[in-house]
């Protein structure tokens, strides 16, 4: 019959070191915020171990009150800076006016290839 045999946590941390792991707690943590896309997860007052292993480090999360929320989502426009230098190259490929090819590299965000061929395709 095999005995187990009961490992102390002094000597399972010391074989965890000899494997290169190394773990402990964070302490003072007051929330945990883990956001997706669509939505928000919070978790206050919660306990968290790291865990570090080959330069990584992990995080374990527990207990704590856990609330949810949704993300309103708003696009933001970005404006995106064309160089003169790229209008007049457009222009000059094109045959199309500045303005139409600045309004077809905004329209790309500043892909001289893609407004090009938008411009060619327009005809």
């Known amino acids: 019959m095999l005995r187990r045999r009961k490992v102390s946590p002094r000597h399972a941390k010391r074989m965890m070191q000899r494997m290169g792991l190394n773990m402990g707690e964070m302490p003072d943590v007051q929330e945990v ?28 999360v527990t207990g704590g009150k856990i609330t949810e929320r949704e993300i309103q989502v708003t696009k933001v426009a970005k404006k995106v800076v064309i160089p003169e230098e790229d209008i007049q190259l457009v222009a000059d490929q094109t045959g199309k006016s500045l ?9 790309t965000d500043g892909d001289l290839a893609r407004a090009i061929l938008l411009l060619q395709t327009r005809s």
Not at 43 to 52: D, H, I, S, Y
């Open 33 to 60: 915020i883990l956001k997706t896309s669509e939505k928000e997860i919070i978790v206050e007052g919660p306990e968290v171990a790291v865990l570090e292993m080959q330069g990584q480090k992990i995080f374990q």
């Open 99 to 107: 303005d139409e090819a600045k309004n077809a590299l905004e329209e």
